[in-house]
């Protein structure tokens, strides 16, 4: 099966400066998505970028982007300018060609005023 | 569309009861995944239905809980009898296999307390 992990738990950020969230995966397929999603105290899991193996050009979601390495089973996600909302916990996901979905463990986010 | 409904939103009930949880995935989708999430646990897939059938159901902890889906537009969760350990965050998710941006769009979660 495949795994998805995010080895960092907690993370911090100055608001306005720029935090990086770490995740890699293992799987042998070739087809597959990528995704992060938020969850904030809501507990409301929003979609926040997502990534098709198949491209080579990573995503971008206005502030949000992703550095894809394909070949090191690297997705990584990057928030420029972070403010106060962006707290938060931020799962990565993986999506089978097939349709099955693995998630990481979830790295909690602190923004600092 | 008005997305995942899930209901009750909360549900406080006591050990021994049954408890029923409720699903309507959004109209289209043709998967639908059923998960728990503990401060202790994090988040962990309970089961997966593609086209109501279940695909994988090895992440449902034992024969108190079950899972069903009659049709493509409701799917049901129930736990009996329910314990204090089954005190969690329970939540729906659907996807289209095929086509589409193929992300999981979430409801917005049942908070279930056993006491």
């Known amino acids: 099966a495949q795994t998805v992990t995010q080895s960092q738990p907690e993370m911090s950020v100055q608001e306005a400066e720029t935090v990086t969230l770490s995740c890699t995966y293992d799987?042998?397929?070739?087809?597959?998505?990528l995704f992060w999603y938020k969850q904030p105290p809501s507990r409301q899991m929003i979609l926040v970028i997502r990534?098709?193996?198949?491209?080579?050009q990573n995503a971008t979601e206005n502030r949000f982007s992703v550095n894809f390495q394909k070949a090191a089973k690297s997705f990584s996600l990057k928030i420029s300018d972070s403010q106060l909302g962006d707290a938060a916990m931020y799962f990565c996901?993986?999506?089978?060609?097939?349709?099955?979905?693995?998630f990481g463990t979830g790295t909690s986010l602190t923004v600092i005023p | 569309d008005a997305g995942v409904i899930q209901s009750p939103r909360h549900e406080v009930t006591e050990m021994g009861q049954e408890v029923t949880l409720r699903c309507k995935p959004i109209?289209?989708?043709?998967?639908l995944f059923w998960y728990r999430q503990t401060m202790m646990r994090g988040l962990e897939l309970l089961i997966y239905?593609?086209?109501?059938?279940?695909?994988?159901d090895s992440g449902m902890p034992e024969d108190r809980f079950s899972a069903k889906m009659p049709n493509a537009s409701f799917s049901t969760l129930k736990i009996q009898p329910s314990e204090p350990r089954d005190s969690a965050v329970y939540f729906c998710?659907?996807?289209?296999?095929?086509?589409?941006?193929?992300?999981?769009?979430f409801g917005p979660g049942t908070r279930l307390t056993v006491l």
């Open positions: 998710a659907s996807s289209l296999v095929a086509g589409g941006h193929n992300e999981q769009f």
């Open positions: 799987t042998s397929e070739s087809d597959y998505y």
């Open positions: 990534q098709e193996a198949y491209k080579q």
């Open positions: 996901a993986y999506r089978s060609a097939a349709g099955q979905f693995y």
């Open positions: 109209s289209g989708h043709n998967s």
């Open positions: 239905f593609n086209n109501n059938v279940p695909i994988d």
